[in-house]
């Protein structure tokens, strides 16, 4: 007995001295500067002087101020339209390439290299792409007789075309997320289910479909979340333009703490942000869970 429990302090002893150096860089990386962050929300804090304590007003301020509320408005715009067709085209291309044919690791590869691309670099590759006059987009356009607009100059396209970036470079880890889930299907249910008349759409819609259901929570909240703290492709595309119609609440705050510099102001924007992400996250949990009791 006293051999059994000196091993099992070793065994502590060893456990805690592997996770020490994780859990002091997430102190010294995430957790101060959370609580830093904090406490600046609460001051005038300009980075070259003042540094008073002025209590809610920045919080008082966020609620006049419109333009944080339009970027909110951007983004919800962008979510409505991003998350559904990012959770249709993953699962569309993830049973398409869950079959066994030839080709298939080739083609799965080609939809999964754009996520390795970096933001900044795809966003760069996309101007010239998008460009009015001289873009691959409005030149494939105008062989059908199609004027092309300009796509990052207009307020009815410009949140349109970051759409359609940040859809090309996450639909093919999602893709992979999903694949891994089409895995998990015991195929018992499916010959169950053919034994029984079922076609390939009732296969889908009551066995493959809510088998999937915890596979899309993760896709959806991960998309949700990558929705509310957009800002390379926003940066890059439109510099938040034009009339502000692309602007983020990452670019507001990164304009407030870094060009403005009214880091006071800017860290009290990031943790009403952070709310609004955590309140996202649990509407979409609850959804979630409702579906899943009522199937």
């Not at 406490?39 to 300009?46: C, E, I, P, R, V």
């Not at 339009?70 to 291309?93: A, D």
């Not at 990452?250 to 955590?278: D, T």
Request: charged content about 10%.
């Amino acid at each position: 007995m006293a051999s059994i429990r000196k091993l099992e302090k070793h065994q502590a002893r060893t456990a805690y001295l592997f996770i020490t150096p994780t859990i002091l860089l997430f102190t010294v990386f995430t957790v101060i500067p959370v609580v830093m962050a904090l406490y600046l929300s609460f001051t005038n804090y300009d980075v070259l002087s003042r540094n008073d304590w002025i209590g809610f007003d920045n919080y008082r301020r966020l609620i006049e101020d419109s333009l944080l509320w339009k970027t909110f408005r951007n983004v919800f715009f962008y979510s409505i339209i991003f998350v559904p067709l990012n959770i249709l085209i993953s699962l569309l291309l993830a049973i398409l390439l869950s079959r066994s044919w030839r080709g298939v690791k080739l083609f799965r590869t080609l939809n999964y290299l754009p996520t390795l691309t970096s933001a900044v670099a795809a966003a760069t590759v996309w101007i010239w792409l998008l460009h009015p006059e001289f873009g691959l987009v409005n030149g494939l356009l105008s062989y059908v007789g199609i004027t092309g607009p300009a796509w990052l100059s207009e307020t009815r396209t410009a949140m349109l075309s970051i759409i359609m970036l940040t859809l090309w470079q996450s639909v093919g880890s999602n893709m992979i997320i999903y694949l891994a889930g089409l895995q998990g299907v015991p195929d018992y249910l499916y010959e169950s289910a053919r034994l029984d008349g079922a076609n390939k759409l009732d296969c889908f819609r009551y066995i493959t479909w809510p088998q999937l259901r915890p596979t899309t929570f993760l896709v959806s909240t991960m998309a949700i979340i990558g929705a509310l703290q957009l800002f390379d492709q926003a940066f890059v595309l439109t510099q938040g333009g034009p009339a502000n119609m692309t602007k983020t609440p990452v670019y507001l705050i990164y304009q407030q703490g870094f060009n403005q510099l009214q880091m006071g102001y800017a860290s009290a924007q990031a943790f009403v942000l952070a709310v609004a992400i955590l309140i996202f996250s649990l509407i979409n949990m609850r959804i979630t869970k409702a579906e899943e009791s009522i199937v």
